[in-house]
């Protein structure tokens, strides 16, 4: 028999894919990972599981304990399939701006869940961060992960996704791009790949609105690049110590609405139904390859999640014309229709 013993078996592994009708004009290959076959359909199974049995090894995560994290969602299912695997409770913190199918997964895989206001700084009260560390001081056995400033989300990528990119390129891997929120995803790859060929070139993509690629630039924190956007999991207003900026070669930036037209267009035209940050990932990725790929050039961009969980924003044509994101064709949803 083949079977796996419990869910986290099936996590990692997951396949390249190359882009044909998205990457006309561009010198060499691009291929994509694609993240959303996880069992939590994003890559943060990885990091969350990992970080879950770092904290148990360390004597953090007791028998019992409650796991207590801010999170864009992708971290909190994964936190959640790991505790129902292991036997812990779940409390997650989201900032409002989260897509309600993302809050309505977490509730359905058992967690509890606290909505609390994107547009508060971080050190405020009501922060999702302020809220989960504020939870964590007060349930007994209780462990936060802080997946910004936790080195296990990294490394959980330097073992895993880094490898697999390394092995299924067959080592000709050129370009690693990949957006940037916590910076493990990037920064845990872009660490192994470097290990393996240190020419391997790192891009990072970034959002309006947030401070990595002026931080890259100048080395300075500047307040001025943050304000409200609208792109989930990419993009930050703090430095978490997984951004290891010598890592990161260089930085693109991308508008919500450039993010919103490719991730359609990676559905419509590739059959790849993804995740928002996808389409930042692919605009920028693409953006950066024109320029600067050659014909034997192998670019990985890495695809963080899934598409189910923005069909209310994204790939609803009324929401994409009340945020003035418009293109031509349709993508009316069976919602629309019903309604
Ligand atoms: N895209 C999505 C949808 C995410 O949830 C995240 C995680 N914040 C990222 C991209 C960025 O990944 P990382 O945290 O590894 O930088």
Redesign the pocket.
Known sequence: MKFHNSIIETIGDTPLVKLNSLAKGVKGTILVKLEYFNPGN?M?DRMALKMVEDAEKAGILKPGGTIIEGT?G?TGMGLALAAIAKGYKCIFTLADKQSPEKIDILRAVGAEVHVCPTNVEPEDPRSYYSVAKKLNAEIPNSFYPNQYDNLSNAVAHYESTGPEIWRDTAGKITHYAA????????CGVAKYLKEQNPNVTTVGIDTYGSVFKKYKETGKFDENEVYPYLT???GEDILPKNVDFDLIDTFVKVTDKDGALMTRRLAKEEGMFV?W?CGSAVHGAIEYAKENLKEDDVMVIIM??HGTRYLGKIYNDNWMKDHGFTETGSFATARDIIA
């Open positions: 994003s943060k864009s992708n957006g940037v929120g916590t910076g493990g995803s990037m989930e999991g990419i995740g940050s963080p999640d």
